[in-house]
C-alpha cells in the first residue's frame, strides 16, 4: 500500500467509526422500511416463496430417492427392477413438478423487485417536489440522480433480493439436514459440527465489508455530483479558467472512489473461494466416515450416496449467502442514503392561508435578516421599499445576495426575521402558489 492509500484509509476509518458505523437496531429499520416501499407487491412476495419452498423440498427429495433406488441393486441378477422403474417415474414426476415451480418463484420474484424498484423510485420523486428547495440546493443534482437511479437499484438487488435467496439458502440448510438425520443420525451430527466454520468465515468477511459498501456508495454519489455539476456549468468554467482545478478536484474524487471500489470489491470476491473451501472439506469428511460406516455395516451405498448429494448441495447455500452478505451492504448502504431523502421534512403546508388575488406591485422589506446557516450571516436588518410601477436594479459581486432576495420574496426560503410585505400582505401569510403566480421570472440561461 502506499502512503496516499495508507493516509486516505487511516481517514476513511476514523470518519467510518465516528459517523458511518451501522447498529443492529437501525439495519432492522432500514429492512423493515423497504418491505413497507414494496407497498401492495408483498402478496407476490409471499407466494414466491411458497413456491421457493415447494421447489427446495422436491429438489432435495431427488438425492433421497436415488439413494433408495441404488439400495434395489443388490448384487449380480439380484436387482429390482420393478422398484427401480417406479422410482425413476417419481423422480421425474418430481422434476417436472420442481421446473414449474422454480419458473414460478423465478417470475414472481422478478415481479415483485421492479415493482418495488418502481415504488420506491415513484416515492423519492415524489419527495423531491415536496421537500423544501433548501434540501435541493444544497444536494448536488447529480448526488440526487444517483440516489434516485443507481442506489435504489442497488437495494433491491441486495436487500429485496437477499429476502429470496437468504430464506431460500436457509430452507436448503434446515432442509438438507432434516433428511440427513433421516438417512444417519452420526453422520448427521458430523456434518452440522462443520457448520459454524461456514458461519464464521461469513461473520468476519460481513464485518470487514460493510464500511466499504458504505463509503463506496458515498463515493459514487460524490463522483456523480461533481460530473454533474462541471458538464452542465462547462460554459462558466472556461469562461474564468477553471479547467486546470476542476481536473485536479476530479482526479481526488475519481482517485478515492477507485480506492473503496478496489476494496468492496476484494471482499465480494473474497466470500466464495472460503465457502467452497469448507464446503470441499465437509465433502471430504462425508466420504472419508461414510466409507468408516460402511465397512462397520451400519450405512448402505444407497444412504452414502445421497449424503454426498447432500453434502455438495449443503455447502451451496453457505457460499451463496456468503456472495449475498457483500450484496446486501451494499444495499444497506445505499438504502441509507435513499431513507436520508425520503425521511427530510416536507415543506410546511399553507393550507388555510390567505390567496393573494391580486398584487398592485408594492413590495416592503422591513427589517429583515436571512442566512443559510446560521455560523454565516448574510443579509442582517435589511429595509427595502417599492413603490407601484417603480424599476429597481439590484446589482452587486457573487456571493452579496442578489439571487437570495429572489428565493426569499418568491419563498423558496422562509425569513429568519422581519417582514415581507407584497401589496401589504405580510408573504408568510400568504400561500406559496398565489404569490409565486404574480411574479414573473427571466432566467439568465
Known amino acids: 500500500m502506499s502512503n496516499k ?20 437496531e437501525e439495519k432492522r429499520g432500514l429492512f423493515v422500511t423497504f418491505l413497507k416501499l414494496s407497498g401492495p407487491y408483498k402478496l407476490t412476495l409471499i407466494l414466491s416463496l411458497i413456491c421457493m419452498l415447494i421447489g427446495n423440498f422436491l429438489d432435495l427429495l431427488v438425492p433421497y430417492l436415488v439413494g433408495k433406488a441404488i439400495e434395489l441393486i443388490v448384487g449380480i441378477n439380484n436387482v429390482d427392477f420393478d422398484g427401480i422403474l417406479r422410482l425413476a417415474i417419481i423422480m421425474i414426476v418430481v422434476a417436472v413438478v420442481n421446473l414449474v415451480f422454480t419458473w414460478l418463484y423465478n417470475l414472481l420474484a422478478n415481479i415483485f423487485t421492479y415493482k418495488t424498484s418502481e415504488n420506491i423510485r415513484k416515492k423519492f420523486f415524489d419527495k423531491i417536489n415536496k421537500v423544501p428547495i433548501k434540501f435541493v440546493d444544497g444536494t448536488t443534482h ?5 440516489r434516485l437511479i443507481n442506489d435504489t437499484e442497488i437495494v433491491t438487488d441486495g436487500l429485496v433480493e437477499a429476502v429470496i435467496s437468504v430464506s431460500s439458502g436457509l430452507f436448503t440448510i434446515i432442509g438438507t439436514l432434516v433428511f440427513m438425520i433421516i438417512l444417519n443420525v452420526k453422520l448427521a451430527i458430523i456434518v452440522a459440527l462443520l457448520t459454524p466454520v461456514s458461519l464464521i468465515c ?11 459498501f458504505t463509503l463506496k456508495a458515498k463515493a459514487t454519489g460524490d463522483m456523480s455530483g461533481y460530473l454533474e455539476e462541471i458538464i452542465s456549468n462547462q460554459r462558466i468554467v472556461k469562461a474564468f479558467g477553471h479547467e486546470d482545478e476542476s481536473i485536479e478536484t476530479f482526479k481526488e ?8 471500489a478496489r476494496k468492496s470489491k476484494f471482499y465480494t470476491y473474497m466470500a466464495p473461494p472460503f465457502t467452497r473451501l469448507v464446503n470441499g472439506i465437509v465433502y471430504i469428511v462425508v466420504g472419508f466416515f461414510g466409507a468408516i460406516f460402511y465397512l462397520q455395516g451400519s450405512v448402505t451405498i444407497g444412504i452414502i450416496s445421497s449424503f454426498l448429494s447432500y453434502a455438495n448441495s449443503y455447502g451451496r447455500p453457505f457460499e451463496e449467502i456468503s456472495s449475498e452478505i457483500t450484496e446486501i451492504q451494499a444495499a444497506y448502504a445505499s438504502a441509507r442514503r435513499i431513507l436520508a431523502v425520503l425521511n427530510e421534512a416536507n415543506e410546511p ?6 390567496e393573494l388575488s391580486y398584487a398592485d406591485g408594492t413590495i416592503s422589506i422591513r427589517n429583515m435578516s436571512f442566512s443559510y446557516s446560521p455560523k454565516t450571516k448574510l443579509l442582517q436588518n435589511f429595509n427595502l421599499e417599492v413603490s407601484a410601477g417603480q424599476k429597481i436594479a439590484i ?32 408573504t408568510k401569510m400568504i400561500t406559496r402558489a398565489s404569490l409565486r403566480n404574480k411574479f414573473g421570472m427571466v432566467l439568465q440561461d
Do not use: H
Not at 349 to 354: A, I, R, T, Y
Not at 396 to 416: A, H, Q, V
Open 5 to 24: 492509500d495508507a493516509d486516505y484509509a487511516k481517514s476513511l476509518f476514523e470518519t467510518e467509526e465516528k459517523n458511518r458505523k451501522l447498529k443492529k
Open 142 to 146: 447529480g448526488d440526487l440522480l444517483n
Open 202 to 212: 461469513a461473520y468476519i468477511i460481513a464485518k470487514k465489508s460493510s464500511m466499504w
Open 253 to 260: 474524487i475519481n482517485y478515492n472512489e477507485c480506492y473503496v
Open 349 to 354: 403546508s399553507d393550507e388555510g392561508f390567505k
Open 395 to 426: 446589482v452587486g459581486p457573487t456571493g452579496c445576495g442578489k439571487t437570495t432576495l429572489i428565493n426569499l420574496l418568491m419563498r423558496f426560503y422562509e425569513i429568519d426575521e422581519g417582514q415581507i410585505l407584497i401589496s401589504g400582505e405580510d
